[in-house]
């Protein structure tokens, strides 16, 4: 079943995979990733043919279909499986629990049976083979096209992600306080990079989590990495020590950071950072 | 000013839960924690399931489930450690050739010295001591190893699950419930969110170890607790590949712990080979001390440049490291039962720890055996649950810890006058005294301070290492992003905070700022804690962060 707009020439390419036949309801108003429509689509072709197995690839929209269906036809769904047989013609899928160290054969006790399936859990197999392809009606219900898509949107982040840039200014405890990652933001802004933080600050609520370097945080390898107030503990050193050039500021100078920075400065952070900071922007500029 | 005026925000009701109307995952016998205890108790069911598939049917399709909290079997197990093999051997007759147990050899001989800060004297080994037919091993290992040995026997192990609350019907046990997975820091659910489940089971067997949280609550719900508390001890361990084969079992008294009976700082060190090119070293400490600098990671860095030990050392390389409480309360700290219905209690998170004579292992092996046969007992012939107690009491076990029961208590008198009160107990095998001393609980001694940080040796990183370096060597690798599962008071005195900061190997606490009342906030990195459990004992609650955390131990 292939549901969108402007999807209809996707159908046949199903043919080789092993697909008898490939249904397509293809219209404007399948257009954004809304359930509801989808939900009535299939519902409808379901009665209609009278399917007992239904089953999704799992992502955001297919469960939301999945479950919006299941209402529908007062079926049962089970989810997250990566196998499913035939056993004495009872249908079995097969779902991990407790961390994927145990299998749970799964069954159904009413019909259709429906069933989200993890992705990457089969293997696609071309073996030839053409699908009929058969056009469905697109009759929609008027409470499913209340919901309407207003504006697509990604996840914003200004600047670089600390994995893909260049340059990394990174902060940590020796900021003070959640205030001093301004420092560190500018000195970033200045060198073109993004900002990264240890997971002190991380713990102390400074900083947001998306930007932890470290053991438990991210790996990142820029050209140039800016370690300000961060005393360099191995749990930090094995997130970075992949970078070209490290420069570490810090007033201790029996940090650790110091036994594998290329560039040390032995010195007070609040003067030091806007100076390098200015001084960048001057030499840009000039 | 004592620990326990500041309790954590927790109550031993808080581990046990009504069966939820989910519905429940069924085993037959249920076993929480792979350690020794637990395992043996694991592999003795697949022994008795074989041996009568009639009773193994009422098992159920899974008859045995062992839960663990660690990253496998092995990742959260740290002892000395020299075991005496027999029960062991006893309880693998028929499964595995003896020789095939992973170790180190036997004891190759052994000595015990007493430290002043330059010199070493060697002393009489004690009788309780002596080790001769005893075995080096590393407990991590011998885990992974009889973990392998019980999934041959139709025992289901599930790893990364921890058992977060014990459920109990009608004044039964009649489970577990594990812990959810992939919450963040404020309990919201993350994207990969996976809620706990309820698991239950005919019987279930406690096997976790020291400072198990559902051990204390089960202990409280039915009344199992005996009449004294139990006190706990600090262990800080490392492995080391060393420049010179080690070829002696040595322990330590004395330096770098003062002897002053005021400062209660019971302990010593280990020394023991492991072949030719490994050795360990390990620091214990009674968590009875009372001086807030006092840092167990501390000390075993100091005591090894102690020009002895430091003549073991030089040269070599630190390749494991790990922390450990251990029970120390011995007989008189023991349950007045240990099992209650559809529960058994076993190994240390009974307390059946030998503390003269430094040994655990074989008791909590022969503990879980014993608790195997009443399990099996109770399922396959609806037999009471009590013959556990009346079992453990007829066992060497029982009569063993009897005979020491009142030497721990004696060092709280300093370390002359508890050698000379311990020295009497052993000649006259526990005859003297004659009365139960009493125990004191760990969180109830007053704090002091004095300068016993001053001494503590800067890391060099080659022969003297700091916390975070050590916890790196665990394997820690807990995701930060997870709600916090220390339960600890977090506005105390500066005092207080001291002494939880110094006391954690792991640098889980931190002094914050000082507010108006006096009182300072306690920062904690819950994510560096390798579940050690000394919290418990002075003044917190350790409860088991999502299945998966902590250290992932393999040599210690």
């Known amino acids: ?286 | 000013m004592k620990p326990a005026d500041f309790p954590p925000p927790w109550s031993d009701g808080d581990a046990i839960a009504a069966p939820s109307d989910s519905e429940p995952i069924e085993v037959g016998v249920l076993v929480v924690g792979a350690g020794p205890a637990g395992l043996a108790a694991a592999i003795r069911l697949g022994q008795l399931a074989a041996s009568d598939p009639k009773g193994a049917a009422r098992l159920g399709e899974v008859p045995v489930a062992v839960f663990e909290k660690g990253k496998a079997p092995g990742s959260h197990l740290l002892s000395g450690a020299v075991i005496d093999p027999g029960p062991l051997q006893r309880l693998l007759e028929g499964l595995r050739d003896p020789g095939d147990m992973p170790s180190y050899g036997e004891v190759p001989g052994e000595s015990v010295l007493f430290l002043t800060a330059g010199r070493a004297v060697p002393l009489p080994i004690p009788p309780t001591m002596r080790n001769n037919g005893n075995l080096v091993v590393s407990l991590s290992r011998l885990g992974r190893w009889l973990a392998e040995i019980a999934e041959e026997a139709g025992v289901a192990i599930l790893a990364e699950t921890a058992a977060e609350k014990l459920l109990v019907e009608e004044g039964r046990v009649v489970g577990v419930r594990t812990g959810d997975k992939g919450r963040g820091r404020a309990g919201e659910e993350l994207g990969r969110f996976e809620s706990g489940s309820d698991v239950r089971a005919q019987v279930t067997i406690l096997a976790e170890g020291t400072q198990g949280h559902l051990t204390a609550a089960a202990l409280g719900r039915f009344g199992l607790a005996g009449s004294n508390p139990q006190t706990w001890a600090l262990g800080v361990k490392e492995v080391w590949k060393v420049a010179r084969p080690q070829r002696q079992v040595i322990h330590t008294l004395g330096w770098p712990l003062r002897s002053g009976a005021k400062f209660r700082e019971f302990g010593g060190s280990f020394i023991y080979p492991m072949g030719g090119e490994m050795a360990t070293i390990g620091m214990v400490v009674g968590l009875d001390y009372r001086d807030a600098e006092l840092s167990v990671h501390d000390l075993l860095q100091e005591l090894k440049t102690h020009p002895r030990i430091r003549s073991i050392f030089d040269g070599g390389e630190r390749i494991a490291w790990g922390a450990k409480t251990i029970p120390e309360g011995g007989f008189v700290a023991l349950p007045r039962k240990f099992s209650a219905p559809g529960l058994l209690v076993t190994g240390d998170a009974a307390g059946f720890v030998n503390v003269p004579a430094l040994k655990g292992i074989h008791y909590a092996v022969e503990s879980g055996r014993l608790a195997a046969e009443a399990a099996w007992a109770s399922v396959a012939r609806d037999d009471d649950l009590d013959g556990f107690d009346r079992a453990l009491r007829k066992s060497f076990l029982w009569s063993d810890l009897r005979q020491v029961r009142n030497m721990r208590q004696a060092f709280a008198r300093g370390l002359w006058r508890g050698s000379a009160l311990a020295g009497l107990a052993t000649v006259t095998k526990g005859r003297f005294p004659r009365d139960d001393r009493a125990t004191e609980r760990d969180a109830e001694q007053s704090v002091l301070t004095s300068a016993r940080s001053s001494s503590y040796p800067a890391p060099d990183g080659r022969l003297t290492f700091d916390k975070l370096s050590s916890v790196y060597l665990s394997g820690n690798r807990t995701r930060d992003d997870q709600p916090n599962h220390i339960r600890l008071a977090t506005r105390v005195p500066a005092e207080l905070a001291e002494l939880w900061s110094r006391m954690c190997p792991a640098q889980v606490y931190e002094t914050g700022v000082v507010g108006d009342d006096g009182l300072v906030e306690i920062e904690l990195s819950s994510s560096n804690c390798v579940q050690c459990g000394a919290i418990t004992a002075k003044g917190g609650r350790l409860t088991p962060p999502e299945g998966g955390s902590g250290p992932e131990y393999t040599l210690t």
């Open chain 1, 1 to 286: 079943m292939v549901c969108g707009s402007g999807v209809e020439s996707f159908a046949e390419s199903a043919g080789p995979f092993g697909a008898g036949a490939v249904f397509v309801a293809d219209d404007e108003r399948l257009a954004a990733p809304l359930p509801q429509p989808r939900v009535d689509v299939l519902a409808a072709l379901i009665r209609e043919e009278g399917f007992d197995i239904v089953l999704f690839a799992q992502s955001v929209l297919a469960a939301d279909v999945a479950a919006g269906l299941a209402a529908r036809l007062g079926a049962g769904l089970n989810w997250d499986l990566v196998d499913v047989a035939e056993t004495d013609e009872v249908l079995v899928g097969k779902r991990p629990a407790l961390a994927d160290s145990v299998w749970v054969d799964v069954g159904w006790t009413s019909s259709p049976r429906l069933a989200l399936f993890r992705t990457g859990a089969f293997e696609p197999v071309e073996r030839g083979g053409s699908a009929e392809v058969r056009t469905v009606d697109v009759v929609l219900e008027e409470h499913s096209l209340l919901a309407q898509l207003v504006e697509p949107a990604v996840a914003e982040q200004s600047g670089p992600s600390i994995e893909d840039a260049d340059v990394v200014v990174a902060g940590g405890r020796g900021l003070g306080g959640p205030e001093g990652f301004a420092q560190v933001e500018a000195l970033a802004d200045a060198l073109g990079g993004a900002v990264a933080a240890t997971r002190a600050v991380v713990d102390a609520g400074w900083y947001p989590y998306s930007a932890q370097v470290g053991q438990t945080g991210k790996t990142v390898s820029p050209k140039l990495y800016v370690a300000v107030g961060i005393s360099g503990a191995i749990q930090h050193k094995v997130g970075m020590q992949g970078s070209g050039t490290i420069v570490a500021i810090n007033k201790d100078p029996n940090a650790p950071i110091f036994d594998y920075a290329d560039l040390g400065v032995v010195g007070d952070l609040n003067e030091i950072v806007p100076a390098l900071t200015s001084l960048v922007g001057r030499r840009k500029s000039g």
